[in-house]
């Protein structure tokens, strides 16, 4: 993959400049702030972007914020965003960059950087990313779900759904979920379809039901 890096921890993005290139990676930029980010994907087009929350100059949430631009001038360019903390508002922000009509795509990750220390895990979840799919650390979904309002419309779902639906908000696949639930393959498949039944998201595949379903369940 190519691979864009922006942390303004010179040894945190020097780590992973390593990591991925000894892993076959190309990473074309390794920056240290937004701006540069933002030029970084709209000259290289990487097929992935790895951005830290917070960086100069006020190191709240630039990161965020020109992961949100690249989006805007490169729509669906992959980003996978790292954090220390869970920023319940920034992953709100960069979930609405996943545009929910014809040709959406996922494409976004958001992960705490403790993530990174397990390396398989870590380079799954980005070529899951680069692949298009959404992937959110466990410990974000957690908070996102806290959030939730009184009219939560996935009421209608049975306690089992929700939790299939929850490992697909973690970007599991029905394989890896029927591993988590030992329950059959068949038996995933179904409470999927029931699902996309419940949220009313018909057969569509410009649509992208899996992440309809997971933003449905995310912002709930």
């Not at 397990?118 to 380079?123: M, N, S, T």
Request: net charge negative; proline share 5%.
């Amino acid at each position: 993959m190519r691979v864009v890096i922006a942390d303004d921890a010179f040894l945190l993005r020097e780590g992973l400049v390593r990591l991925l290139t000894e892993h076959g990676h190309d990473v074309v930029a390794a920056v240290g702030d937004g701006t540069a980010l933002v030029e970084a994907v709209v000259e290289h087009r990487p097929d992935v972007s790895i951005v830290d929350v917070r960086m100069p100059p006020t190191h709240t949430d630039e990161g965020l914020r020109a992961a949100v631009e690249a989006r805007r001038l490169v729509p669906r360019a992959p980003i996978l965003v790292l954090s220390q903390y869970v920023e319940v508002s920034y992953a709100d922000d960069l979930l609405a960059t996943v545009n929910p009509g014809p040709g959406a795509g996922g494409g976004i990750g958001y992960l705490l950087k403790d993530r990174v220390a397990a390396i398989d895990e870590f380079l799954d979840a980005l070529r899951r990313v680069a692949g298009g799919g959404t992937v959110l650390d466990p410990e974000v979904v957690g908070q996102l779900l806290v959030r939730r309002r009184r009219d939560d419309p996935l009421r209608e779902l049975t306690p089992r759904e929700r939790e299939v639906l929850g490992l697909m908000a973690e970007g599991r696949s029905n394989t890896a979920i029927a591993r988590a639930l030992v329950v059959s393959d068949g038996a995933v498949e179904k409470h999927v379809r029931n699902i996309f039944t419940k949220l009313r998201l018909p057969p569509d595949e410009e649509q992208h039901r899996r992440v309809l379903a997971v933003l449905a369940y995310l912002r709930g």
